[in-house]
């Protein structure tokens, strides 16, 4: 399997992104995937995840309220959207899949990992 993210760019605060994963390859529908992000000199940090069937979502609290999790079982994609950004959300964002079939908010708990994609937010 390959991940393919895409959907990063500048943009202000207070504007929306929608970020897109795309699976290709032998499928991951059987197992949790997630999103994560990193800015430079911090650690890869946990933004939200989503389980096997899409029924069960999870999200830090820094984003609760402003970011959706999604994934489209049929196309293999995952997304996520992303309201009423701030420029603390500056990072890539790199999208996962997980060693299971829900999403655990630990990196290590993931094991195929995407490209990453670029989110600006400015002030």
């Known amino acids: 399997v390959q991940l393919q993210a895409s959907g990063g760019g500048l943009v202000q605060a207070g504007g929306s992104l929608r970020l897109s994963c795309a699976a290709s390859?032998?499928?991951?529908?059987?197992?949790?995937m997630g999103w994560f992000r990193q800015d430079k000199e911090k650690e890869r940090e946990f933004v939200a995840g989503?389980?096997?069937?899409?029924?069960?979502?999870n999200y830090a609290d820094s984003v609760k309220g402003r970011f959706t999790i999604s994934r489209a079982k049929a196309s293999n994609t995952m997304y996520l959207q992303m309201t009423s950004l701030e420029p603390e959300d500056t990072a890539v964002y790199y999208c996962?899949?997980?060693?299971?079939?829900?999403?655990?908010?630990?990196?290590?708990?993931?094991?195929?990992w995407g490209q990453g994609t670029l989110v600006t937010v400015s002030s």
């Open positions: 989503v389980n096997w069937d899409g029924s069960v979502k």
């Open positions: 390859g032998r499928t991951s529908s059987n197992n949790g």
């Open positions: 996962a899949v997980a060693r299971r079939a829900w999403s655990g908010t630990a990196a290590r708990e993931y094991v195929l």
